[in-house]
């Protein structure tokens, strides 16, 4: 199987045909639990909170297109969500541990630090991880994981993983890379450095709007195998149909990551030559700040673009609510094109922070529809 190219992967790792039907789809096994030949006699299954085999196939997916040897010790925990996967993560500190993240992080990835986290002892650092001097000023002896996220949400700023992850190591803390805006088909962080990686599975892994997981990626047995055991302890799993859906969502990732990369690049042409768009932040941009560290360790720009329009905040509430195809909404990596405000909306718990993002931003999550008909929408919308 590992001589097999991503696309390959997507559709036939962790999906043979199932042992006892032939079915040439993985099955949804909706079913909490396993018969026992004798007592602790079994097929490998015993109870669906430890694991469950339409999940099983959605974790030896995700990790193959990631990158993880299959036949060595690394392999993927999939979640009841991405924020799931973050706290699971949280739960291998100890209080006084200290965590470095992004100062434009995902606003939830923002809250389970700062006001969860953070009354369990855990201590945290927001600092600037795009450059040598941000990261080199922020780690301290204390420091046991950087959360790194790149693109960085909704900023879209790019971070060097292989730098971030040697810095980290220097003083012995861990890198996660939560790899949810670029997806293993566009950057594969394991290779770069990271000791993790994480997902939101809802966004462009599921890819349809239609599911709500998350998932942990890792090469590192130990770490593997703490994980497993603390999603055992604490719960937080995807039911089989979740991770079915998943499961059929990823076998079009790189398909769909194509398009979006392409109609993404077309709109944000569009914009940046529109007198009505005061500035426009996406990293395939050659005049973007990112654009140098994306070529090198990204092979798409992808899909998200994010732009100010001229006529501050009262331009941007008017803008979000004349666009017909772009759907006013939170979340991202549909097919179908989404539009939000990020300050008034998936930014709210950053507000007054050193996250908090320009109020007349526009986030847009490009999604696959015909890009002529994206841009005569924003056309129009923008009045
Ligand atoms: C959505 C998102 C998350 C959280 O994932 P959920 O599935 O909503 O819990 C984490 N990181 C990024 C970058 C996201 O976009």
């Known amino acids: 199987m590992s001589e097999d190219r991503f696309e390959t992967l997507a559709i036939h790792a962790g999906q043979d045909p199932d042992p006892t039907t032939g079915a040439a789809v993985v099955p949804i096994y909706a079913t909490s639990t396993y018969v026992q030949q004798a007592p602790g006699v079994h097929k490998g299954y015993e109870y669906s909170r430890t694991d469950n085999p339409t999940r099983t196939a959605l974790q030896t997916q995700i990790a193959a297109l990631e990158g993880v040897d299959l036949g060595a010790d690394g392999g993927c925990i999939a979640t009841a969500s991405g924020l799931a996967a973050t706290a699971l993560i949280g739960y291998l500190l100890e209080p006084g541990d200290r965590i470095v993240l992004p100062d434009d992080a995902y606003g939830g990835t923002f809250r389970l630090i700062a006001q969860v986290l953070s009354r369990h002892g855990i201590k945290w650092t927001a600092a600037d991880l795009t450059t040598a001097e941000g990261i080199a000023k922020a780690l301290t002896p204390d420091t046991k994981l950087v959360w790194v996220e790149t693109p960085t949400n909704p900023l879209l700023r790019v971070v060097d993983i292989a730098m971030i992850a040697e810095a980290a190591k220097s003083v012995g803390a861990m890198t996660v890379v939560d790899n949810t805006f670029a997806t293993p088909y566009l950057q594969q962080p394991l290779s770069l450095g990271a000791d993790m990686v994480v997902h939101s599975a809802t966004k462009y892994l599921g890819g349809h709007s239609d599911t709500v997981g998350g998932a942990i990626v890792t090469n590192d047995a ?3 195998e703490q994980l497993r055991y603390l999603q055992n302890a604490t719960g937080p799993i995807p039911g089989p149909f979740d991770s079915y859906l998943v499961l059929r969502g990823i076998k079009t990732l790189g398909v769909r990551m194509d398009r979006h990369c392409t109609n993404a690049a077309a709109i944000t042409d569009f914009l940046v030559n529109d007198p009505r768009v005061e500035h426009v932040w996406y990293p395939g941009l050659a005049t973007d700040p990112g654009h140098a560290t994306a070529s090198l360790q990204m092979s798409g720009y992808g899909g998200m673009v994010s ?3 001229v006529g501050g ?11 017909r ?3 006013l909404a939170e979340s991202l990596g549909g097919v179908e094109s989404l539009i939000e405000v990020p300050a008034s909306m998936t ?6 922070t050193d996250l908090e993002v320009p109020e007349s931003l526009v986030r847009l999550s490009v999604g696959i529809e015909h890009v002529d008909d994206l841009i005569s929408d924003l056309d129009r919308a923008l009045g």
């Open 325 to 327: 195809l772009f759907f």
């Open 307 to 309: 732009f100010t329009p």
């Open 347 to 352: 930014h709210l718990s950053v507000e007054g």
């Open 222 to 224: 130990g770490l593997l």
């Open 313 to 323: 905040l009262a331009a941007a509430n008017a803008l979000v609510t004349r666009t």
